[in-house]
């Protein structure tokens, strides 16, 4: 079935018990809290944490960057969508030996004169695209930066930080998240100071 980001953002409203838009460029509250953080927020769920769906490889050709920092010094453009790269390997295998590289802005630097197969996080825009676990997530998510200024209540917060957590567990025990490949360990609760962490 087809998925839009208005159908994404009725799926958020509904989570904090808003009545849904017609459009995210109505101009009605809901819809304009929604169309400015509609892309942002998604672009941090992706980068947040490795989804395999999300998982693309490239191969790259290295320029000698005639820089001296360590032998790092043979520098790759990452792909144009990429949010970031995973973990570089000598045959860009995620259970590869390890080499030694680094990021600056949109160029990878390592000391070996390539070509590389990297993995990476991508930029995909088409919510056609994502795993169903993923949109669950960036759902909840969306209803958590709504929320306040939305409805004014801070349980309402409370009830779409919990909607963020059960989709993050669920995404995380069903394997659409990479494990490894996160920047972020903590659920919501966790990062508030509650027992409960991530498995």
């Not at 970031?84 to 995620?94: A, D, K, M, Q, S």
């Not at 390890?98 to 990878?108: D, F, K, N, V």
């Not at 676990?133 to 958590?144: G, K, M, Q, S």
């Amino acid at each position: 079935m087809a998925i839009t980001p208005l159908d994404i953002a009725n799926m958020a409203l509904a989570v904090l018990d808003e009545a849904p838009i017609d459009s995210l460029d109505q101009d009605v509250k809901a819809a304009r809290l929604l169309n400015l953080h509609f892309d942002l927020t998604c672009e941090a769920e992706l980068t947040k944490y490795a989804w395999v769906f999300a998982i693309l490889r490239a191969g790259v050709v290295g320029s000698d960057s005639g820089g001296n920092d360590c032998g790092l010094n043979v520098a790759y453009e990452l792909p144009a969508d990429c949010l970031r790269p995973l973990p570089l390997t000598h045959n860009g295998e995620p259970d590869g030996v390890p080499i030694s590289w680094r990021q600056e802005a949109g160029l990878i630097y390592s000391d070996q004169p390539g070509p590389l197969t990297i993995r990476y996080v991508a930029n995909l825009t088409d919510p056609n695209d994502w795993d169903a676990l993923f949109t669950e997530v960036l759902v909840a998510a969306l209803a958590i930066k709504v929320a306040h200024p939305l409805t004014h209540k801070s349980g309402m917060i409370d009830i779409a930080r919990s909607a963020y957590d059960r989709a993050l567990d669920a995404a995380l025990n069903a394997n659409a998240i990479q494990r490894g490949g996160r920047f972020y360990t903590a659920s919501w609760s966790s990062q508030r100071g509650d027992s409960r962490m991530v498995r």
